[in-house]
């Protein structure tokens, strides 16, 4: 049996909506849709860029609080609202994911706030 660990990032999201940022189950940690909001400050910079590389900051803080890092990665997903937005973060995604290379899918919806211009989800997997 594995353990099973909730992990907080300190959104209001989370207690009001009733989610964690990450849980860890065993060998397996599943991060929540997380967006560019910094958490302490209630803010969200503007542009996807800017926003994206806070995303992949918060995501973070979520892998090392829950043992793992950007190199346990196997599945990503980005939601944008603007398709147009992507390609300004890859710069970044790439210098956090490049090495783990995870199975990714981009798609096009609307989010919770109209600043946000893009949510990450992330999955990853203890490597031994």
Excluded: H, K
Excluded at 11 to 38: L, N
Excluded at 60 to 70: K, N, P, V, W
Excluded at 74 to 100: K, Q
Aim: glycine content about 10%; overall charge neutral; proline content about 5%.
């Amino acid at each position: 049996m594995g353990e099973r660990r909730l992990i907080g990032s300190g959104s209001r999201f989370e207690a009001e909506i009733g989610y964690s940022r990450a849980v860890v189950d065993g060998d397996w940690v599943f991060v929540s849709g997380t967006t560019g909001f910094d958490y302490a400050a209630g803010t969200i910079p503007e542009g996807a860029a800017a926003q994206c590389e806070r995303a992949l900051d918060n995501i973070g803080a979520a892998l090392a609080e829950a043992g793992f890092t950007f190199n346990d990665a196997v599945r990503v997903r980005y939601i944008l609202p603007d398709p147009a937005d992507f390609e300004s973060c890859w710069p970044a995604l790439r210098a956090r994911l490049g090495a783990a290379r995870p199975a990714a899918t981009m798609m096009v919806a609307g989010l919770l706030d109209p600043r946000m211009r893009i949510e990450i989800e992330l999955t990853g997997r203890r490597r031994r």
